[in-house]
């Protein structure tokens, strides 16, 4: 049995965020940690974005950065100036090779590649390279065959190079509801690299995920429709978790705190956790440094969770509205609110006005549901 003061199983996004940050922040000049990661290696899998207030800590690792972006509904499109926060998209594989290296100079950390957790036990974790003990366990994985998300953010994603120049390299199409909105709230979503080069994506939001081929079909659908022809440098595909049951308010133990999505740490209305992730591991990594601790991290105010869940509601119940709320909600307010709402900052003279663009006798019978279900207690 190999034993390390501190284990990471999962070697992804929250995994490495968080053994870089406690590298970083000098956590491990005596300490062991190992991170457990079950891929043989690592290539470009995933786009991360996400609305940067305050370091661009992974600059090295950033595609591109955009000061607009835009909502469309029935053609007419709403611009959102971001200059303050700027939006920006990170290549996933340019941040593990980043992450990795910082991470490979010092000699107490170790990644096992192409290690499956096979049980992750009360005294030992087993893979099947064997058997693993550590003081603290970080625990980023989730088994959805057993924990099924009540809902998901799923979509697909293709790099398209054209000929001709066709896109503004100058705005992100965040959110275009032009398209078909049946079985969950659907809208096509566009991150333009240049003016030849652009990441579009078929994004849903329902309970279940479709097979490839209806992305695929959908994609080349829209594609033709809006006259885009090219070559796919690039596909990306995934769902994200919005509603996990089995996740409890504070997960943390003597010995054991789960992260990352499994950690709770994905906004259930966006499906946005890079952020969320980022400053989990600092707080993490700061905490170790100061008191030698592992303190649960105050990510978001609870007020967020509350107004999500009635927000999932919506979107299970009502989702043939949703496109006019959000296109309401962007329409009606400054900004920056909608930048701060988003992304965990907003005030409360921010969020009411927020709450005042939605449609109040919608909410209110969405609020009633969940609380006869008990959706607030769970
Ligand atoms: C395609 C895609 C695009 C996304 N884009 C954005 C975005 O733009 N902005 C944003 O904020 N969020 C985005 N997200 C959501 C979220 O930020 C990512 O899913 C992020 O990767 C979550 O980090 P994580 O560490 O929780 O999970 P992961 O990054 O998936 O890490 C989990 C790791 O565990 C490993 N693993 C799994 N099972 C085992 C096992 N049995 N044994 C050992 N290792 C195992 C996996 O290989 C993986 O490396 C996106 C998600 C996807 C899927």
Redesign the pocket.
């Known amino acids: 049995m190999k034993e390390f003061d501190y284990i990471i199983?999962?070697?992804?996004?929250?995994?490495?965020?968080l053994a870089y940050e406690m590298n970083r922040q000098g956590c491990l000049k005596e300490k062991t940690l190992c991170v457990?990661?079950?891929?043989k290696e690592?290539i470009r899998?995933?786009?991360?974005?996400?609305w940067d207030f305050d370091n661009n800590k992974f600059k090295d690792c950033v595609i591109k950065s955009w000061e607009d972006f835009s909502i469309t509904l029935n053609d007419k499109t709403v611009a959102v100036n971001c200059n303050k926060t700027p939006y920006r998209?990170?290549d996933?594989k340019k941040f593990y090779e980043f992450t990795i290296n910082q991470i490979k100079s010092n000699n107490n950390i170790s990644i096992i590649m192409d290690?499956?957790?096979?049980l992750v036990g009360e005294e030992f974790i087993e893979?099947n390279k064997g058997n693993y003990k550590g003081g603290f366990v970080f625990d980023?994985?989730?088994?959805l065959n057993r924990y099924d998300s009540l809902m998901y953010?799923h979509?697909f994603?293709c790099e398209i190079e054209t000929e001709i120049e066709y896109f503004n390299d100058e705005i992100v199409d965040l959110m275009n509801f032009d398209c078909s909105q049946n079985g969950g709230l659907h809208f096509f979503y566009t991150l333009p690299f240049s003016r030849t080069k652009a990441l579009i994506e078929t994004t849903w939001y329902s309970k279940s995920i479709k097979s490839k081929e209806d992305y695929q079909n959908e994609m080349n659908d829209y594609l033709t429709r809006k006259k885009i022809v090219g070559k796919i440098n690039y596909t990306?595909?995934?769902?994200?978790p919005l509603d996990l049951p089995f996740i409890k308010k504070n997960n943390l133990t003597e010995k054991y705190l789960r992260?990352?999505?499994?950690?709770n740490?994905?906004?259930a209305s966006?499906?946005?956790?890079?952020?969320?992730?980022q400053t989990f591991s600092e707080q993490i990594a700061n905490n170790m440094r100061l008191s030698n601790k592992i303190i649960m991290p105050h990510i978001r105010p609870a007020k967020y969770n509350f107004l999500d869940k009635i927000f999932l509601s919506v979107m299970k119940n009502n989702y043939k509205q949703m496109p006019s709320i959000f296109f309401n909600l962007f329409k009606s307010n400054n900004n920056s609110s909608i930048v701060n709402f988003l992304t965990d900052r907003s005030n409360w003279i921010e969020d009411f006005k927020i709450l005042l663009s939605m449609p109040k006798f919608l909410f209110i019978k969405n609020f009633i549901s969940c609380m006869c279900e008990g959706v607030f207690k769970k």
Request: glycine share 16%.
């Open positions: 199983l999962g070697g992804g996004l929250s995994g490495l965020s457990i990661e079950k891929r690592y899998d995933k786009s991360w974005c996400y998209a990170i996933s290690c499956d957790v096979q893979t980023s994985l989730i088994d953010q979509f994603g990306e595909y995934g769902a994200i992260i990352g999505i499994a950690g740490l994905t906004r966006t499906g946005y956790t890079f952020q969320a992730i």
